[in-house]
T-cell receptor, first 114, second 113 residues
Framework: AQSVSQHNHHVILSEAASLELGCNYSYGGTVNLFWYVQYPGQHLQLLLKYFSGDPLVKGIKGFEAEFIKSKFSFNLRKPSVQWSDTAEYFCAVIFSGGYNKLIFGAGTRLAVHP | EAGVTQFPSHSVIEKGQTVTLRCDPISGHDNLYWYRRVMGKEIKFLLHFVKESKQDESGMPNNRFLAERTGGTYSTLKVQPAELEDSGVYFC???????????FGSGTQLSVL
C-alpha cells in the first residue's frame, strides 16, 4: 500500500539549533513530494515541493528538503530554527497512479524553546 | 482572494446524533477534497470532487458518511449516526486543477461523546 512515514512524532529544540525531520515513502515509481506546515491555530500551508530536477529544494522561511530516490526519502532541514518555527510539519506524497490526491504522514510536532 | 472556509470550527455531539460539516472552496476551484485526522495520526484522504462529481471516494470509512457538492460550489459532509471513532479534525482543501496546489481550510474539530 502507498504510505508515508515520519519518524519523529515530537521534536524539541532550542533556538539556533539545526533541524532535520525524516520522511520516507513506500513505492518505487514516480512521486511528487511536499512538506506542509500547520502553525498553532492556522490552516495547513505549503512549505516546499519537489516534482523533478534538482533534488535539493528550497522553500519558504529558510527550509529546504532533499529528495534521495534510492532511499525513498524526502527529509526536511533548517540550519537554525527560531521560536516562530514551532508548528506541526507534515510530509505528503502524490504517487503516480495515485489518482491526483495527497497521501500524508502522521506529522511531527516541533517545539522550539527560546 | 478569500481562502477555503469551513464551518463550524468545532462541533461537540453525542453518539448517535447527526452532524453536517460544510466547506466553501476558493471561487473557481473545481477540485475539492475532504481529509480527516484522528488524534495524532496521519491526515487521511476521504474523497475528491471535481465540480459536482465524486472523482474518488475510496477513503470514505463507511456508509455513515455522505458527501455532497451542490452545483459544484460548496460541499457538505454528513455523518449519520455519529460514532465515537468519528472524532477528529476534518479538513477541506480545494485546487483549480490538480492536487499539486491545494489550499486548505482551518478544519472542523469534531468531538463525539
Amino acid at each position: 500500500a502507498q504510505s508515508v512515514s515520519q519518524h519523529n512524532h515530537h521534536v524539541i529544540l532550542s533556538e539556533a539549533a539545526s533541524l532535520e525531520l525524516g520522511c520516507n515513502y513506500s513505492y518505487g515509481g514516480t512521486v511528487n513530494l511536499f512538506w506542509y506546515v500547520q502553525y498553532p491555530g492556522q490552516h495547513l500551508q505549503l512549505l516546499l515541493k519537489y516534482f523533478s530536477g534538482d533534488p535539493l529544494v528550497k522553500g519558504i522561511k529558510g527550509f529546504e528538503a532533499e529528495f534521495i530516490k534510492s532511499k525513498f526519502s524526502f527529509n526536511l532541514r533548517k540550519p537554525s530554527v527560531q521560536w516562530s518555527d514551532t508548528a506541526e510539519y507534515f510530509c505528503a506524497v502524490i504517487f503516480s497512479g495515485g489518482y491526483n490526491k495527497l497521501i500524508f504522514g502522521a506529522g511531527t510536532r516541533l517545539a522550539v524553546h527560546p | 482572494e478569500a481562502g477555503v472556509t469551513q464551518f463550524p470550527s468545532h462541533s461537540v455531539i453525542e453518539k448517535g446524533q447527526t452532524v453536517t460539516l460544510r466547506c466553501d472552496p476558493i471561487s473557481g476551484h473545481d477540485n475539492l477534497y475532504w481529509y480527516r485526522r484522528v488524534m495524532g495520526k496521519e491526515i487521511k484522504f476521504l474523497l475528491h470532487f471535481v465540480k459536482e462529481s465524486k472523482q474518488d471516494e475510496s477513503g470514505m470509512p463507511n456508509n455513515r458518511f455522505l458527501a455532497e457538492r451542490t452545483g459544484g460550489t460548496y460541499s457538505t459532509l454528513k455523518v449519520q449516526p455519529a460514532e465515537l471513532e468519528d472524532s477528529g479534525v476534518y479538513f477541506c482543501a480545494s485546487s483549480r486543477d490538480r492536487a499539486e496546489k491545494l489550499f486548505f481550510g482551518s478544519g472542523t474539530q469534531l468531538s463525539v461523546l
